[in-house]
């Protein structure tokens, strides 16, 4: 998806690059068990935030080239995930302990 200007939708429409049938079919029918296990997903939002690094951090990042703060992202992400990894094994053994002792 990506943003357009009216004016840019009226030149689409124009070329034929839009297709708007008003008699087009309707989709099927949704059952209950579809909405009894849906899930309801929002935008995906950012922080913005001030951050001071190390020159060294940093620099490794940097020198790989453009990207280098989505790099830091992925890294950032990569180590939240392993961690509440852990905790859910922590939280499963402590529960198991306790079913045993």
Known sequence: MKRATL????????????FYDPNAPEG???GDE????????GPDHKTSVHLKLDAEVFFYF??????HIT???DVLKAYVKAQKAKEA????????????G
């Open 71 to 73: 790099r830091m992202q």
């Open 62 to 67: 940097k020198q790989q080239g453009k990207g």
């Open 89 to 100: 094994a922590a939280a499963e053994a402590e529960k198991a302990a306790r079913k045993t």
């Open 34 to 41: 579809f909405w009894e296990n849906a899930a309801l997903f």
């Open 7 to 18: 004016e840019e939708i009226r030149a689409m429409k124009d070329r034929g690059e839009l």
């Open 28 to 30: 099927p029918e949704l």
